[in-house]
């Protein structure tokens, strides 16, 4: 998927922000935290570890509201190392399971589907194994064959499922506060962008890791990358052009998660691709007009990342592939009734965020090269790199401290 990163804030994590205004030193403000030790990217013990310290307590991006379209409606998706199962109800709402059968492990659910399958029940293609779709075992094929069958006892291993902002999210160990609750602030400011009533554009899903990019580095590095714009000057003269690279900031900073915002630069851009775009930028029905020349990013931690453009959302993740190469899935979501002339400036800007997504596919190739250096460790960040101070901080808080210990890979 694209990878368009926001502009980092010139404030401190935790402090309130002020109004916009030129780069320059601010002696006055604490410095960012500092950047994650090399090793919390190269290690492969911490990589494993991240499954359940990370992954399995968070709130893990698997769909939007719009994969899942009627009663029956269910699709699988991986979080945290699992394979999890997510169906609607026949009342409408979301359950998510473990997506093995409780008689002999089968898969219950092959994925991902090109269209979600439906069916009112869940049955396994071993032994037929049935359940319902609140995970209830109702049927279990010559019952009496099977000594201590106890049936309330061996429904489908359930997982927490959240709808936010139309998408869909699941926590495997069931411990994380409700995203509802932890990301409220969020939702105030950019709910108009998003909902259930989103519709897809093309063939990208956010559940479809087979048809993911997959780039050459650790899911952190493309965290990193997504939460600084420090880089953006030397790295994508496109977004230079495109973008007024002074004026960003965050707008809202919490614990669970960072929204940025940029403005377009009102000089036309010398790229007729950029021009044009600059041009015919509009929003999609519900917006604001202050929304028409406005980007804004989020970051629900710990890999959720979600664009808010005028014309379209593009919703993604970074899934570890591996300690050095990160898959990331995602889909770009629109509402009905948006004009021509948004669904052309949202093709036009979708173009641009290949070409973005390609030049950072290249950077973080060569991050997690470099950092695999033997003694490398990283220098001081720029107040413009906070975000990346935050997400570290947020690491380290969940790894516990490692700093000195694991190999410099």
Same mark, same amino acid.
């Given at each position: 998927?694209?990878?368009?990163?926001?502009?980092?804030?010139?404030?401190?994590?935790?402090?309130?922000?002020?109004?916009?205004?030129?780069?320059?030193?601010?002696?006055?403000?604490?410095?960012? =935290? =500092?950047?994650?030790?090399?090793?919390?990217? !190269?290690?492969?013990?911490?990589? *494993?570890?991240?499954?359940?310290?990370?992954?399995?307590?968070?709130?893990?991006?698997?769909?939007?509201?719009?994969?899942?379209?009627?009663?029956?409606?269910?699709?699988?998706?991986?979080?945290?190392?699992?394979?999890?199962?997510? %169906?609607?109800?026949?009342?409408?709402?979301?359950?998510?399971?473990?997506?093995?059968?409780?008689? /002999?492990?089968?898969?219950? %659910?092959?994925?991902?589907?090109?269209?979600?399958?439906?069916?009112?029940?869940?049955?396994?293609?071993?032994?037929?194994?049935?359940?319902?779709?609140?995970?209830?075992?109702?049927?279990?094929?010559?019952?009496?064959?099977?000594?201590?069958?106890?049936?309330?006892?061996?429904?489908?291993?359930?997982?927490?499922?959240?709808?936010?902002?139309?998408?869909?999210?699941?926590?495997?160990?069931?411990?994380?506060?409700?995203?509802?609750? !932890?990301?409220?602030?969020?939702?105030?400011?950019?709910?108009?962008?998003?909902?259930?009533?989103?519709?897809?554009?093309?063939?990208?899903?956010?559940?479809?890791?087979?048809?993911?990019?997959?780039?050459?580095?650790?899911?952190?590095?493309?965290?990193?990358?997504?939460?600084?714009?420090?880089?953006?000057?030397?790295?994508? =003269?496109?977004?230079?052009?495109?973008?007024?690279?002074?004026?960003?900031?965050?707008?809202?900073?919490?614990?669970?998660?960072?929204?940025?915002?940029?403005?377009?630069?009102?000089?036309?851009?010398?790229?007729?691709?950029?021009?044009?775009?600059?041009?015919?930028?509009?929003?999609?029905?519900?917006?604001?007009?202050?929304?028409?020349?406005?980007?804004?990013?989020?970051?629900?931690?710990?890999?959720?990342?979600?664009?808010?453009?005028?014309?379209?959302?593009?919703?993604?993740?970074?899934?570890?592939?591996?300690?050095?190469?990160?898959?990331?899935?995602?889909?770009?979501?629109?509402?009905?009734?948006?004009?021509?002339? !948004?669904?052309?400036?949202? /093709?036009?800007?979708?173009?641009?965020?290949?070409?973005?997504?390609?030049?950072?596919?290249?950077?973080?190739?060569?991050?997690?090269?470099?950092?695999?250096?033997?003694?490398?460790?990283?220098?001081?960040?720029?107040? /413009?790199? @906070?975000?990346?101070?935050?997400? @570290?901080?947020?690491? /380290?808080?969940?790894?516990?401290?490692? *700093?000195?210990?694991?190999?410099?890979?």
């Amino acid at each position: 998927m694209p990878i368009t990163e926001p502009l980092a804030t010139t404030t401190a994590p935790g402090a309130q922000q002020a109004a916009p205004g030129p780069a320059g030193p601010h002696p006055a403000e604490p410095p960012p =935290p =500092p950047a994650l030790a090399a090793h919390y990217y !190269t290690d492969p013990a911490l990589a *494993e570890a991240e499954l359940n310290a990370v992954f399995a307590k968070s709130w893990q991006l698997v769909c939007h509201e719009s994969d899942l379209p009627n009663p029956g409606s269910r699709l699988t998706a991986w979080a945290a190392g699992r394979e999890v199962l997510v %169906v609607r109800t026949d009342e409408g709402g979301l359950n998510a399971f473990l997506n093995v059968c409780r008689h /002999r492990g089968t898969r219950l %659910v092959d994925g991902p589907e090109p269209e979600p399958k439906t069916a009112a029940a869940i049955r396994c293609p071993y032994h037929g194994w049935t359940y319902k779709l609140d995970g209830t075992l109702v049927g279990a094929p010559e019952g009496r064959q099977i000594p201590c069958l106890d049936k309330p006892k061996l429904g489908l291993f359930t997982v927490a499922v959240e709808s936010f902002l139309g998408f869909v999210f699941v926590n495997i160990d069931g411990t994380a506060a409700p995203l509802a609750q !932890t990301c409220a602030k969020l939702a105030e400011q950019v709910g108009r962008y998003a909902g259930g009533d989103l519709v897809p554009v093309g063939r990208d899903r956010i559940h479809d890791l087979d048809r993911a990019e997959v780039q050459g580095a650790n899911w952190k590095v493309a965290v990193d990358n997504y939460l600084e714009g420090y880089h953006v000057p030397v790295a994508h =003269p496109g977004l230079m052009r495109l973008l007024d690279y002074q004026n960003y900031r965050i707008t809202e900073e919490a614990e669970d998660y960072v929204l940025f915002q940029t403005p377009l630069r009102d000089k036309p851009s010398s790229n007729w691709r950029e021009r044009l775009y600059q041009r015919l930028t509009s929003t999609m029905p519900g917006l604001r007009a202050e929304d028409r020349r406005m980007w804004r990013y989020a970051v629900i931690y710990p890999n959720t990342l979600l664009d808010f453009y005028p014309d379209h959302v593009l919703a993604w993740t970074a899934v570890p592939a591996g300690q050095d190469r990160v898959a990331v899935p995602g889909g770009f979501y629109t509402r009905r009734g948006s004009s021509a002339r !948004t669904r052309l400036a949202r /093709r036009l800007n979708i173009a641009i965020g290949w070409i973005t997504s390609d030049e950072d596919a290249e950077l973080l190739r060569r991050v997690q090269h470099g950092i695999r250096t033997p003694g490398f460790e990283p220098g001081p960040l720029s107040r /413009r790199e @906070a975000g990346v101070g935050w997400f @570290a901080d947020r690491i /380290r808080a969940d790894l516990g401290s490692t *700093e000195g210990s694991g190999e410099r890979r």
